[in-house]
């Protein structure tokens, strides 16, 4: 079932978990530059959001050959800035705040549903693995752990949702790498800005009591990213939010 992940305008599942290297250290001397000439492209509006990317045109253009600039087009998949969908090509892709900001509102409704029904299925085993995941995303962030902070995140997260034994979740739940990594690509160290408490959250899966789970949940997700949300207002307003490696990082 594709379409409600399809419904976001999101990438399917599959490029999720397949952008997981696209990070700019990997990036071949070429492949930086061709990354550099499509965001240029993109913020003058040349290419537009929403267009499809045509590889061979821009390969002529750019004046280069397909595999660097396939890895381009991979590095700005992962920053959110380019969609692949699976059998019709690249487009592209910028968020605005309020957009992120939305995808953050369902994701929060919809985990708070997911840690209601864990309350009927969650083991001890299940339990100890999340406290264990929680005291480790307590802990401060080294330098550089951003991404491990951020794969260990989602991780907690998708845990409960597959707890929840709902298929349904789990696929429209997809989306939840995405967001944090367009945040952290957007304003890199902000995980470590917010008090983020997952360990109130074990514990109120652990009282197996369905409405202290939901709201524990509830109050976990969108608090989480409020400052988050504060300091973008005042960095885009209500405009695209553009990638922070765009302003000399
Ligand atoms: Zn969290």
Redesign the pocket.
């Known amino acids: 079932m594709r379409l409600p992940v399809a419904a976001f305008g999101l990438p399917s599942d599959n490029s999720t978990t397949s952008r997981k290297k696209g990070s700019n250290g990997s990036l071949s001397t070429t492949a930086v530059r061709l990354r550099q000439e499509l965001i240029s492209l993109i913020l003058s509006g040349e290419i537009a959001a929403g267009r499809r990317l045509d590889q061979r045109q821009l390969a002529k253009r750019l004046k280069t050959t397909t595999a660097p600039l396939r890895e381009a087009f991979s590095a700005l998949e992962s920053e959110g800035m380019l969609v692949r969908q699976q059998g019709l090509g690249v487009f592209c892709r910028i968020y605005t705040v309020l957009e992120v900001e939305e995808m953050v509102e369902i994701r929060g409704v919809l985990e708070a549903l997911a840690a209601r029904r864990a309350t009927a299925h969650i083991s001890e085993v299940n339990l100890n693995d999340l406290r264990r995941i929680a005291a480790q995303?307590a802990k401060p962030i080294p330098a550089g752990g951003d991404q491990e902070y951020m794969d260990l995140?989602v991780d907690?997260?998708k845990k409960i949702v597959q707890i929840s034994r709902s298929l349904r979740l789990q696929e429209l739940l997809e989306f939840h790498r995405l967001i944090d990594v367009i945040l952290a690509n957007i304003v890199p160290g902000l995980w470590g800005t917010e008090p983020?408490d997952?360990l109130g959250?074990v514990d109120a899966l652990a009282s197996r009591n369905p409405e202290s789970a939901e709201q524990a949940m509830r109050n976990?997700?969108a608090p989480?990213y409020h400052n988050r949300f504060a300091s973008l207002r005042v960095r885009f307003g209500e405009g695209l939010i553009l990638p922070a490696t765009m302003h000399g990082r």
Do not use: R
């Open positions: 995303l995140h907690f997260h983020h997952h959250v976990h997700v989480t």
